[in-house]
């Protein structure tokens, strides 16, 4: 049964409610809190990686997303990842699963793969069009949506298998429009089609105006997410790949920055305030990009913190302790050694 985390519409292009307000609010424990991070591609990245995923740890995010590639030796690695997060941590991996993965077929075969190596959650995409083609090669799901339908299915034909249990699906969703998309009506439209075929939630992509989110948000509640903003570079970069211009009066903030350390110290800035501009928004939740930077990452929560906003007030919970504990537990204490 498709979730009411988005809201469901025949027609992104019907009129709105009156007075075009949010949606009422439905009740929540707090908000929600989660992190992405992507496997690690060589050794060095592997050595560092046991001390970001401890540190993650120690937040007890609600999810950890972990990023793909439609490269078979890649998907074969981003497997091997999730089961070291699962066995190593108490985070929950959620899988990034993209149609441009392969046919429908191999998404089968790939997706009881990562069932297998402990994945209850998934983030289905699209992905990229190869460039020059207008379309995915012949035998691929076409659309998201199509992704989460996939995913539903099987999650109907392994009830045993899953103890009964739901997957959690969640969905991209374009503040700021899809590259691709004809305007806001046609992104909507997607965006219901994706919740009709079984989403949970959506995860905001790349925006630079916190209004946008709000303007979106008036159209269909979903999840929000915060980017941070490290350094003019990276902004650039994100900028070329997402296809969204950066508004100059954000570039006029880096405007004489030179130094690589001013350069950061502006960029923590924005981040702090695009995510107390999306909190007083009402944002059911956070979610930050850590590109495997864990100095950044912390950089950014106490940037977050000397703003007033506490991040400890959206962690859940610790999880229970794992049993059997790790380390064996001594059932006999010799007598002198007792207090």
């Not at 060589?42 to 972990?66: E, G, T």
């Not at 650039?236 to 350390?261: E, K």
Request: with cysteine; hydrophobic share 40%.
């Amino acid at each position: 049964m498709p979730s009411t985390h988005l809201t469901p519409r025949i027609s992104a292009s019907a009129p709105d409610s009156v007075a075009d307000g949010l949606p009422p609010a439905r009740g929540r424990l707090r908000r929600a809190l989660s992190f992405e991070v992507i496997p690690p591609r060589s050794a060095a990245q592997a050595a560092r990686m046991p001390q970001l995923l401890r540190f993650l740890d120690s937040l007890h995010p609600d999810y950890l997303a972990v990023t793909s590639s439609a490269n078979s030796d890649w998907l074969q690695g981003t497997a091997d990842f999730i089961s070291e997060v699962t066995d190593t941590t108490s985070l929950r991996p959620l899988a990034h699963l993209a149609c441009t993965a392969g046919t429908e077929v191999e998404l089968l075969t790939w997706i009881e793969h990562l069932l297998s190596a402990g994945v209850r959650g998934f983030l289905a995409i699209r992905g990229d069009i190869p460039v020059g083609q207008t379309s995915l090669p012949a035998g691929h799901l076409p659309h998201a949506d199509d992704l989460v339908g996939l995913l539903r299915r099987i999650e109907s034909e392994n009830v045993a298998c899953l103890a009964a249990g739901r997957l959690g699906i969640g969905v991209a969703a374009y503040p700021s429009g899809h590259p691709e998309s004809a305007g806001p009506d046609e992104d909507l439209d997607v965006l219901a089609a994706k919740q009709r075929n079984g989403a949970d939630f959506a995860i905001t992509q790349l925006f630079f105006d916190p209004t946008a989110y709000s303007r979106l948000r008036r159209r269909a509640e979903h999840a929000g997410i915060t980017l941070p903003i490290t350094d003019a570079r990276r902004l650039h970069t994100m900028s070329r790949l997402s296809g969204l211009p950066i508004p100059d009066g954000l570039l006029a903030r880096f405007d004489g920055i030179s130094d690589p350390a001013s350069a950061r110290r502006i960029g923590l800035e924005i981040t702090a305030e695009h995510t107390a501009a999306l909190l007083d928004q009402d944002a059911d939740g956070l979610h930050f990009y850590t590109f495997n930077d864990q100095n950044t990452t912390e950089d950014v929560l106490t940037a977050l913190d000397e703003k007033g906003i506490s991040v400890t007030s959206l962690l859940p919970p610790p999880p229970p302790r794992r049993w059997p504990p790790t380390q064996p537990t001594a059932t006999t204490t010799d007598k002198d050694t007792r207090s």
